[in-house]
């Protein structure tokens, strides 16, 4: 429900700078995921947040007001962990009921309430149920019915899917979208999943070594991520170096190792000739091509193996590049030493600046 702004929020342990110079504003009723290598701040993100932690410098606002005053109680977050401390020798309306029942709440506002909520995650007919009859997902059901009994209207989720089964998982991740946008709750869910990210998700925050790489809408994220590391921690492609050859009205020529020329065509107007820049492509993105077509590079085949229901293949191109494809696995299989020949559409190109600090360090995911 309110819009959540962090103003330079800055929190450090020691030397250890967990999240640094956070400038983000997570609106009314949205559903925001953080993504990004381990260590680099986000479950730091939602403990500022919820009032656990306190920041180092900047300020968290609530609706325009800093809460940093504000005790965890004081805040009206549910925080859901992966796994919730559920009662055992409570069943679950108990287990829904009780901080209602510490509050002091009359019994009838409890009963309403709890059956509102147990209602709302699908658990109002086994409420009877102890936790041990029950299973993972609906141990989780019970801990979201929970917070948001005790009144939450912003929920943080630090991998609430994470006990859970593949399949289970997917059916959740619906519902619990479902349930933040059906009472219009703010949410940001922290998760090593891209695929859940993408899935429950307004916007990914991409983050990396404590700061906020980029914040954008999962499509934004997978076709034009502005940032050189979100392209490659989400999802996966190949980064090819160059120079800017020539520049056409709307499109960039771009020089490879080599010399093979790259017709780039979107985001490229900013590009001048000799810019040195980085070609990134989606490894799903290219095509495998009879003949010739647009951008066409020969390449040889390395290996093509078979990784759960795609296929992929690396290939040493003819200008001393090594790139990887993904395919689908219907296409014909290729042996090692086949040649190939591989169309890149310039308007799924990636161009970006080179990396003042180095293409490895910039790609860097530790
Ligand atoms: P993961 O994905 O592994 O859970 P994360 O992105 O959630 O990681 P954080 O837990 O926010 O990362 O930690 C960010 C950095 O701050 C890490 O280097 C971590 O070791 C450090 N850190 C977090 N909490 C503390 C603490 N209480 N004391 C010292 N360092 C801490």
């Not at 091509?289 to 647009?294: I, K, Q, S, W």
Request: one cysteine or more.
């Amino acid at each position: 429900m309110p819009t959540i702004e962090f103003r330079n929020v800055s929190k450090s342990y020691g030397k250890i700078k967990a999240v640094i110079n956070l400038n983000i504003t997570i609106k009314d009723g949205e559903y925001i995921s953080l993504l990004g290598p381990s260590g680099c701040g986000k479950t730091t993100t939602l403990r500022l947040l919820s009032g656990l932690i306190q920041p180092t410098e900047g300020e968290i606002l609530w609706d325009g007001r800093p809460i940093q005053n504000l005790t965890p109680d004081e805040r009206d977050i549910g925080y859901v962990f992966q796994q919730f401390a559920i009662f055992p020798n409570m069943n679950l309306w108990e287990n829904v009921a009780y901080p209602l029942e510490v509050k002091g709440l009359p019994e009838e506002e409890i009963e309403e309430t709890v059956e509102k909520y147990l209602e709302l995650v699908g658990l109002v007919d086994r409420a009877h149920l102890f936790p041990h009859d029950v299973g993972a997902a609906d141990l989780q059901r019970v801990g979201i019915a929970r917070v948001l009994a005790k009144g939450a209207k912003v929920l943080l989720l630090d991998e609430p899917f994470g006990a859970l089964d593949f399949k289970i998982r997917e059916k959740f991740q619906d519902e619990l979208r479902g349930i933040v946008k059906r009472l219009n709750l703010t949410a940001i869910h922290v998760t090593h999943d891209q695929s859940e990210g993408m899935a429950i998700s307004d916007r990914i925050g991409v983050m990396k070594k404590g700061r906020m790489i980029q914040l954008a809408s999962p499509m934004e994220l997978l076709f034009r991520p502005s940032q050189i590391f979100s392209a490659h921690f989400i999802g996966e492609s190949n980064f090819i170096e160059g120079v800017v050859y020539k520049k056409l009205d709307d499109s960039i020529v771009v020089e490879v190792i080599g010399g093979f020329k790259i017709t780039c065509s979107s985001n490229v107007r900013s590009f001048l000739v000799g810019d040195r820049v980085v070609v990134g492509f989606r490894k799903t993105f290219s095509r495998i091509v009879e003949g010739d077509g647009e951008n066409a590079i020969r390449g040889e085949v390395v290996t093509d193996r078979y990784l759960g229901e795609k296929r992929r293949i690396l290939v040493n191109l003819q200008y001393g590049m090594r790139i990887e494809l993904i395919v689908l696995p219907h296409i014909r299989r290729f042996s090692r030493g086949e040649e190939i020949t591989i169309s890149l559409d310039p308007s799924v190109l990636l161009v970006y600046n080179y990396p003042r600090e180095g293409l490895d360090e910039a790609l860097e995911v530790t």
